[in-house]
């Protein structure tokens, strides 16, 4: 097959990859769904857990393009750690500069991308769809529930100086990621998901913040 055409079906191939991943995986029943809990909750570094996910993935990248540029049968390999690499650098771009802002000084907007944006305030809002990245699905019932609140949990990001982080607060409407059974419910009565205990201390010293991010909006 032509080194082009396994570029860009690679490239094209990582959206439903990722939507799966991050929705069985980082949204799952497993130890994996503990490092997507650090996004969905006010990062008080600049970095957080779920920064581990694209390294793993970077890495596992990088052993393949190794592979293939070191063996003419396994060629293909690096083309297809092309395509990866590709769709590597847009998330990077739309989902942490972009959308999270996280280099403060980058405050271009574009109308495209706010699309995007929103769709994610959407999954930060309830934890459940859209999962995915650069072509996020948003439910028709979700987008009219999302049309009476503007309570945005992306709002403060990326605003320097700001003492309660880059992501801001955590309110009594955020919560942990949900289970992925929990997509059986209706969006209107999201489950209540206890927090860690940990997380439960942090709470317990800012009573202002909530206590459960499960809760819904009232």
Request: glycine residues 8%; proline residues 8%; positive net charge.
């Amino acid at each position: 097959m032509d080194a082009v055409a396994v570029v860009l079906i690679s490239f094209v191939a990582m959206e439903p990859m990722a939507y799966l991943a991050h929705r069985f995986v980082m949204h799952g029943h497993h130890r994996g769904a503990r490092w997507h809990v650090s996004h969905h909750r006010a990062r008080r570094d600049r970095f957080e857990d779920n920064d581990r996910y694209p390294l793993v993935v970077a890495a596992v990248t990088i052993l393949a393009i190794a592979a293939g540029t070191s063996s003419v049968s396994l060629r293909v390999l690096a083309w297809v750690g092309a395509g990866v690499t590709l769709y590597g650098a847009a998330y990077l771009f739309v989902h942490d500069i972009y959308i999270h802002r996280r280099i403060a000084r980058f405050t271009w907007r574009c109308r495209p991308l706010d699309v995007v944006r929103e769709a994610h305030r959407i999954h930060h809002l309830w934890g459940g769809e859209p999962y995915g990245f650069l072509v996020p699905i948003v439910p028709a019932e979700l987008r009219e529930k999302a049309r009476g609140t503007e309570r945005d949990p992306l709002a403060s990001e990326g605003r320097r100086g700001d003492p309660r982080g880059p992501t801001g607060p955590v309110t009594s409407g955020d919560r942990l990621p949900p289970l992925a059974s929990s997509e059986r419910r209706s969006p209107s009565a999201p489950p209540v998901v206890p927090l860690p205990r940990d997380v439960q201390e942090i709470h317990a010293a800012r009573p202002s913040a909530g206590t459960a991010l499960g809760a819904t909006e009232a």
